[in-house]
């Protein structure tokens, strides 16, 4: 067994953004008023995250590549019986990649609707103005009951695994999230985290926040 580098830079630094933002997406949300400002600049920080890890999910790290999610239903029940394939359980195991492409999509969801909302016409979703007021209304709704409500309930189920694999199963996932590396056989595949990969990446969230500024910029 030997130190492999299973999730790159980009991928670790996205997680930890992403969790420290949807915190505070939550608090600023509930506190409403004058931090309905910040509710929006962390909102276009999660949108160019979401863009970015989407867009990683292409030209990533070997492990963080959608290509190396399995999440076939014979794969999942496998994997919840014991009997799952151990290259399934190198990167993300097919139960956790259901959790993670749920999050992913209820987020994006989330920020989408964020964008066409508002808040008694006083905090007002930038693209909201290129929809009739009866789908602001709806969508609101969608974005304050639904969506939140959908979200509170994936993050706690996650984070509830994570706790369940750590007590249980002895197996400590989030350390690997925070250093990047797992203890494997030597012949596992690596992911690339070379300082060129790290800088790709830089550059490509650069890129994603910019075409969110646009987006945002269109309701001007
Ligand atoms: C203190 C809180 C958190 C801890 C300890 C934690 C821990 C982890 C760990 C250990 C993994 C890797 C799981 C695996 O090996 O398959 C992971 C993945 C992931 N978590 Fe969390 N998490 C936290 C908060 C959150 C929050 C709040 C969100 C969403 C809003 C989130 C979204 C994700 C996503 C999308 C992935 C997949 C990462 C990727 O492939 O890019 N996590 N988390
Ligand atoms: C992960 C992303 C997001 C999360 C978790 C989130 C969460 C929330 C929460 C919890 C509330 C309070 C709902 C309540 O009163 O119970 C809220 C309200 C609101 N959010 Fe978000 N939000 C997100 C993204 C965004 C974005 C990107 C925008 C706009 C650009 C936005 C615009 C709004 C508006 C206008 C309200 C006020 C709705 C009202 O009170 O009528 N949100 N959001």
Redesign the pocket.
């Known amino acids: 067994m030997t130190k492999i580098r299973i999730?790159d830079l980009p991928?670790r630094l996205?997680?930890w953004a992403?969790?420290i933002c949807?915190?505070a997406m939550f608090v600023s949300g509930k506190i409403g008023g004058g931090a309905m400002t910040w509710h929006f600049r962390i909102g276009y920080v999660v949108a160019s995250l979401l863009l970015f890890?989407l867009a990683?999910g292409l030209c990533g790290g070997r492990w963080?590549r959608f290509s190396a999610f399995v999440c076939h239903p014979r794969s999942i029940l496998s994997h919840l019986r014991g009997k799952g394939r151990f290259e399934h359980s190198i990167?993300?195991?097919p139960a956790?990649t259901v959790s993670?492409l749920m999050?992913?999509f209820f987020?994006l969801a989330q920020v989408t609707s964020g964008l066409f909302s508002e808040d008694k016409g006083e905090a007002i979703g930038p693209l909201s103005l290129f929809v009739t007021q009866a789908t602001v209304r709806w969508v609101t709704a969608y974005h304050k009951n639904v969506g939140q409500a959908v979200?509170l309930l994936l993050?706690s189920l996650?984070?509830a695994a994570?706790a369940f694999y750590f007590l249980w199963k002895k197996n400590n996932?989030?350390t690997?999230?925070i250093t990047g590396d797992k203890l494997l056989p030597d012949n596992v595949q690596p992911s690339s985290d070379a300082p060129s990969r790290r800088l790709a990446g830089a550059i490509l969230f650069l890129a994603c926040a910019g075409a969110v500024r646009w987006i945002v910029g269109l309701g001007d």
């Open positions: 999730w991928t996205f997680h992403l969790a949807f915190a890890r990683w963080s990167g993300h195991n956790g993670i999050m992913l987020l979200l993050v996650h984070l994570i996932l989030i690997p999230m």
